[in-house]
């Protein structure tokens, strides 16, 4: 049978506990029930302030990002600029020592130019007309020069006018022999115009 002086005293005990709040109950529970007051003490000993200890999150290293697309375009517009080529025309149709050597002036002239740059550069001349005495072994006032030239500067080519040849040869009644730096086409005029259709710069002296 229930002990009826221990039934009131929890009876009791309830009634107080409702009429004043929370805070006082606790305190109550704590004085009717030892062991959960010394947990409580245990808990809050561990994480003061009645919190738990969250963990910083762990560092980590940066990600290296490779350089933006309109950077890697501007290095390969340099690059595509520094590898352009230079490609010129000189016609010579005139049989003047100083229209000759004019030619080969600006022939060497632009050669170094773009050689000094680290530029390719590719320059003809074509000869036609009276300018093909300029390539003719026996009659060229410039053959010593070309042959330094042609050495020195392996960009620079001269063409002769085959037409012109031709004709020369059937006026003289004997063949037309040329400098070994010399090569032939069917015709010079032609031939400066297929260049300036393909890009070349044209200059005549």
Not at 10 to 17: K, S
Not at 63 to 79: L, V, Y
Not at 114 to 140: A, K
């Amino acid at each position: 049978m229930i002990n009826p002086k221990l039934a009131m005293a929890v009876i009791g005990g309830l009634t107080i506990g409702l009429l004043v709040g929370p805070g006082a109950q606790a305190q109550q529970d704590n004085q009717w029930f030892p062991q959960a007051r010394e947990k409580s003490q245990a808990s809050n000993a561990k994480h003061p302030g009645g919190q738990k200890q969250v963990s910083k999150p762990r560092q980590t290293h940066a990600i290296r990002q490779d350089p933006p697309n309109n950077t890697k375009m501007a290095q390969a517009s340099r690059t595509e600029s520094a590898k352009k080529s230079h490609r010129l025309v000189l016609q010579v149709n005139s049989n003047e020592p100083a229209m000759m050597n004019l030619t080969l002036n600006n022939a060497s002239n632009v050669a170094q130019y773009y050689r000094d740059l680290g530029e390719p550069v590719s320059i003809e001349v074509v000869t036609f007309g009276p300018g093909l005495h300029m390539l003719r072994d026996d009659t060229s006032p410039v053959k010593p020069r070309i042959e330094v030239l042609a050495m020195s500067h392996p960009e620079i080519s001269f063409k002769a006018c085959g037409n012109t040849q031709e004709n020369m040869r059937k006026a003289e009644n004997k063949d037309i022999n040329l400098i070994p730096q010399a090569t032939v086409v069917k015709s010079g005029v032609v031939r400066v115009m297929e260049l300036q259709e393909q890009g070349w710069s044209y200059v005549k002296p």
